[in-house]
């Protein structure tokens, strides 16, 4: 089954919108299988964000995602890669559609509240950098025949 990347950033835990991001990925019909309150390093925002090294935004970005605790989080389901992309919205919130978190929640690409992995290959070395493997829980929810044919 495909899993994916999800954390919440330090803006949107000091907003207090870690229940209706959970909401949302669990009312599609996701399972979470791994969740931790994080105080982010130096090293692990880096490692998170090293392929914006060279990006203008680059040292603000490590900065905010260091601020603040963070709320990390896999979830699972078939295609939930690229459905939780669709749930989070645009980078920017101002072009993030109404109905998505950034698009109901946000005002500022710095501030845009979420991550959510953005492919396949991405999501599987995100989790192993924010989480061990013995912190995931494999587990089958009761209802899995009322969300998959
Ligand atoms: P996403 O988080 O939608 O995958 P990204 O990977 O391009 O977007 O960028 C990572 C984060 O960096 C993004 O969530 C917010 C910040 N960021 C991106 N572009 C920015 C910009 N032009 N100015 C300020 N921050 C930016
Ligand atoms: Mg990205």
Redesign the pocket.
């Known amino acids: 089954m495909e899993r994916t990347f999800i954390a919440i950033k330090p803006d949107g835990v000091q907003r207090k919108l870690v229940g209706e991001v959970i909401r949302r990925f669990e009312a599609k019909g996701f399972t979470l299988i791994g969740l931790k309150l994080v105080k982010v390093s130096q090293t692990l925002a880096e490692n998170h ?1 090293a392929i ?1 090294r060279d ?1 203008p ?1 680059f040292n603000s ?1 490590i900065t905010f995602i260091t601020s603040s605790p963070v709320v990390a989080m896999v979830w699972e389901g078939e295609g939930v890669v690229a459905a939780a992309r669709k749930i989070i919205g645009a ?1 920017n919130p101002l072009n993030a559609e109404l109905g998505t978190i950034r698009g109901d929640f946000g005002v500022s ?2 501030r ?1 509240l979420i ?2 992995s ?1 492919a396949i290959p991405t999501a599987q070395q995100e989790i192993s950098l924010w989480f061990q493997e013995e912190e995931l829980v494999n587990w089958q929810p009761s209802l899995t025949s009322w969300l998959y044919e």
Do not use: C, K
Request: no cysteine; glycine share 16%.
């Open positions: 964000y914006h990006r935004f970005l980078t690409v710095g845009n991550h959510g953005d």
